[in-house]
């Protein structure tokens, strides 16, 4: 599909002879500016639906200047199925989820009233696949006391300007995570050191082996003394 949008966005505005202000795609989901009037704006959106017999875009248009405002698009069919308590995850991946989530959700509702109204719902929904309480609310007023000035930044840095600090998981390396805090307030006033690393590392587990790894093997074992040949032939066994 994005493929296929692609070929059709370049075809149709390399041939057109007037140029939207602003033209910005998402798969199947196109907005755009639009100054040269109504009538050539329907003849585009002709243009569009005529490239292909599979092609129907819907054109829905607004002549009202104002102010743009982004808020959360939920399908009927979503149903929250996040990770359920149940699930055998260490707690740092709980908490992760709750926060991630509503990060998300501060990210694309601009208007704080209608962020706190989905984060409400969001807090429901991870309450009712049985998290924590203390938890949920943990992370989700985390993201609502936060400075969305900072939660802008945080999100540009690139994947570059920190150093990651890549362990196994285990329960033990759980206070990994106080020992990046403590030593925070050293990090940030020692210049080469935070020039070095790029800011605080970024704590990153690594999976653990599986008991179906141990288990199994991929590889094949000759045994020794054996004078087997390599490869695969009949038994010529019941």
Sequence with gaps: ????????????????????????????????IWTHGEESLKKIHQNFNGFHPNINLT?????????????LYQKTTDWYTYLHSSSFHPEVT???IVYSQALRYDFI???????????????????????????????INKVRRKPRSNLLQDRSKGPNERTPLVVTYSPQVRPLTCILNDLQPIHNKNTPLYKALGGRP??????PPK???????????????SNMDNGTRPCHKP
């Design 211 to 225: 008991l179906k790894q141990i288990l199994i093997h991929t590889t094949y074992t000759r045994l020794e003394n």
């Design 202 to 207: 970024i704590l990153a587990y690594r999976q």
């Design 1 to 32: 599909m994005n493929i296929f949008m692609a070929d059709l966005e370049q075809h149709i505005l390399k041939h057109c002879t007037q140029k939207p202000l602003l033209y910005l795609r998402y798969i199947d989901d196109i907005f755009l």
């Design 109 to 139: 509702c601009s208007d704080p009233q209608d962020r706190d109204s989905k984060l409400n719902d969001l807090q429901n929904a991870f309450l009712r696949l049985q998290h924590p309480p203390q938890i949920v609310k943990e992370q």
């Design 94 to 96: 709980t908490k992760s």
């Design 59 to 71: 054109l829905e248009q607004s002549t009202q200047h104002g102010h743009l405002s982004t808020s």
